[in-house]
């Protein structure tokens, strides 16, 4: 919509409705005081955001906040990981971005159709998830890549509401314990009733999936407890039962 300022003489402004707004700050995973499932400027968990001020003043070029989920925002696969790694997407702003980590995950995605490239460079690399989007059971940097369980408690209100928002059928995939526990937590189920092993797909109330992996860390790759081959066939069962595939 088109306004006169009435401040000078041939200005105009442009006025956005609200709504129009939030679907491009969403798109663009912008924060916004009224997105219940992430703000960028969350500080619930003390030790870590006074970890992110030191790491601010240490690499003050890192991005060094809570990193936004990356992705479609209507996915039919959504992956978890663990939390941000100090110099992937701490640094980056993107999750599995920059870092060992994130060399075997989008190598996959793109393998299976899910990406539309196979290596993820940095946030503004011109990178697209296909019907895919991933976050992490935790948002900002642990030291030394443990959050402790109270910090996965207090996150995983952002990670039940994006579960919240999922299709019915749609496909989860837990990288590793964590991510499983905390799948399970978002949906207020038993750790018991689902437990985690590399390869298990439990089927969820309501329609949707659980799948597990082992984490694809480099310490896991490296080890050999997780394979290329191990990781890819989770993708390629995912990719043969996601409805429409
Ligand atoms: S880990 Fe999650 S809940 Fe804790 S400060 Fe970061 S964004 Fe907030």
């Not at 912008?30 to 219940?36: A, R, V």
């Not at 992430?38 to 906040?65: I, M, T």
């Not at 980590?101 to 490239?117: N, P, Q, V």
Request: aromatic share 10%; proline share 7%; net charge positive.
């Amino acid at each position: 919509m088109l306004i006169h300022s009435g401040l000078r003489r041939n200005r105009w402004l442009v006025v956005v409705p609200w709504n129009y707004l939030w679907i491009w700050m969403k798109s663009l995973n912008m924060d916004s005081t009224n997105n219940p499932c992430f703000s960028d400027n969350c500080r619930k968990c003390a030790r870590l955001a006074a970890f992110l001020d030191q790491v601010r003043c240490s690499h003050p070029d890192y991005y060094a906040r809570p990193v936004p989920p990356f992705g479609v925002n209507d996915p039919r696969l959504l992956i978890v990981g663990l939390a941000p790694g100090m110099h992937g997407a701490n640094r980056t702003g993107r999750p599995f971005t920059g870092d060992f980590a994130g060399i075997l995950l989008y190598r996959t995605l793109h393998k299976y159709g899910f990406s539309s490239a196979p290596e993820s460079v940095s946030a503004t690399d011109g990178l697209k998830l296909i019907g895919c989007r991933i976050t992490n059971a935790v948002k900002c940097l642990p030291p030394q890549n443990k959050p402790e369980p109270a910090e996965i408690r207090q996150c995983n209100a952002y990670l039940a509401c994006e579960i919240a928002g999922l299709d019915k059928k749609a496909v989860i995939l837990a990288l590793g314990t964590v991510a499983h526990q905390a799948v399970l937590r978002a949906l207020e189920l038993k750790l018991k009733d689902f437990p985690f092993s590399h390869g298990a797909v439990h089927a969820l109330p309501g329609g949707a999936s659980l799948y597990d992996s082992y984490h694809c860390s480099r310490y896991n790759t490296q080890t050999k407890r997780l394979t290329a081959e191990m990781f890819e066939s989770v993708f390629a069962e995912i990719r043969n039962n996601l409805p429409g595939s």
